[in-house]
């Protein structure tokens, strides 16, 4: 499979996901706090080679890559650990903003609005603190449909599993193990160039 047809079938997983979790906002009432970036500015989130591939042939086609490559050198000698994507264009209202929203990866798509299963194969919703605590009532009411549904009759939350498994069908090798998400951006376009280099 080459990098465009790649590209093209990430693509349209996160069309389908971007669906789902659509769905499931408007069934549940849950959704992110404006302007909050909180998850944004964790250093411990990981991502895979595949989930960035999408932004970062996007970053060749703008012939950008090199400009994003010598971002990722910068915040690697200052030991920032934050995701590059994330800027602060106010910063007296300290509102995060993603530059790559639209070509974000899996891991940012599905945290908040979907769940895990646990040893019961019974969902468990993934949410942040600030939804726990804004939308508490409608989160509890969330908690108590997923947790009370009859397992013949699965309730319609996205599952972090299922999307990662059609990840895995892209390419198991790009889409199987987990780095930072600086890391996993530099790897990102250093495939893509690594594939065009030979064109």
């Known amino acids: 499979m080459t990098i465009e047809e790649k590209v093209k079938e990430v693509k ?15 069934e549940t009432g849950l959704k ?6 909180h998850c944004c500015e964790k250093h411990d989130v990981t991502a895979t080679v595949l989930e960035f591939l999408p932004l970062a042939y996007h970053l060749y086609k703008e012939n950008l890559c090199e400009e994003y490559l010598l971002k990722l050198k910068e ?27 639209k070509m974000r990866p899996l891991v940012c798509r599905l945290f908040g609005f979907s769940a895990v299963l646990d040893k019961n194969c019974r969902p468990q919703l993934v949410a942040c603190r600030e939804i726990k605590q804004k939308y508490s009532e409608k989160y509890l009411k969330t908690v108590h449909i ?13 599952i972090m599993k299922n999307y990662c498994m059609m990840l895995y069908g892209v390419d198991l090798s790009l889409g199987q193990k987990y780095y930072p998400l600086n890391n996993a951006l530099r790897m990102a376009i250093e495939s893509v160039l690594s594939a065009f280099a030979y064109r």
Not at 32 to 37: A, H
Not at 83 to 97: E, M, S, V, W, Y
Request: a positive charge.
């Open 146 to 158: 997923l947790e009370t549904a009859e397992p013949e009759a699965p309730v319609d939350v996205p």
């Open 12 to 26: 349209k997983i996160y069309r389908q996901l971007d669906a789902d979790v659509q769905r499931y906002k408007k």
């Open 32 to 37: 992110c706090l404006r302007f909050c970036s």
């Open 75 to 101: 915040s690697e000698a200052g030991d920032k650990h934050t995701c590059i994507l994330l800027t602060f264009p106010d910063k007296r209202q300290n509102a995060g903003r993603c530059v790559a929203y």
